[in-house]
Nanobody
C-alpha cells in the first residue's frame, strides 16, 4: 500500500520558517522523482518544487525560488521542503507527490505524479 504522509505545517509569522516532511512507504523511493504542490482556498493546485530521484537536480516555482529548498533522504524514504522568508501568499495546503515510475529527471506537472499525500496546512499570518 503506497502512502505519503506530510507533517510540519502550522501557523507562522511573516518572514518565518517551516520545514515540511513527507514520509513515503510502499514505493521503491530511491527510483522515484518527488514533488511538492500547494493549494490555497478557492484556487487550483500549483507546482512548488521538485527533485529528481538522485537528489542531484531540483526545480522551483518562480514564486518560491530563493526562499524554499527541496531535499530528500533516500535511505530514510523522506522528502523535505524547507520554507524561509514566508509570505501571506504562501498560505495553502502543501501536498507531497510521487511518480509511479522512475527516471533521472525532474517533473513539474500534476499529471506527472500518481501518488499524493493528504496535505499539511501552512498558514502565514499578516
Amino acid at each position: 500500500q503506497v502512502q505519503l504522509v506530510e507533517s510540519g505545517g502550522g501557523l507562522v509569522q511573516i518572514g518565518g520558517s517551516l520545514r515540511l516532511s513527507c514520509a513515503v512507504s510502499g514505493l521503491t523511493f530511491g527510483t522515484r522523482a518527488m514533488g511538492w504542490f500547494r493549494q490555497a482556498p478557492g484556487k487550483e493546485r500549483e507546482f512548488v518544487a521538485a527533485i529528481n530521484r538522485y537528489g542531484s537536480t531540483t526545480e522551483y516555482a518562480t514564486a518560491v525560488k530563493g526562499r524554499f529548498t527541496i531535499s530528500r533522504d533516500n535511505a530514510a524514504s523522506m522528502v523535505y521542503l524547507q520554507m524561509n522568508s514566508l509570505k501571506p501568499e504562501d498560505t495553502a495546503v502543501y501536498l507531497c507527490a510521487a511518480r509511479s515510475g522512475g527516471s533521472g529527471r525532474v517533473y513539474y506537472g500534476e499529471n506527472d505524479y500518481t501518488y499524493w499525500g493528504q496535505g499539511t496546512q501552512v498558514t502565514v499570518s499578516s
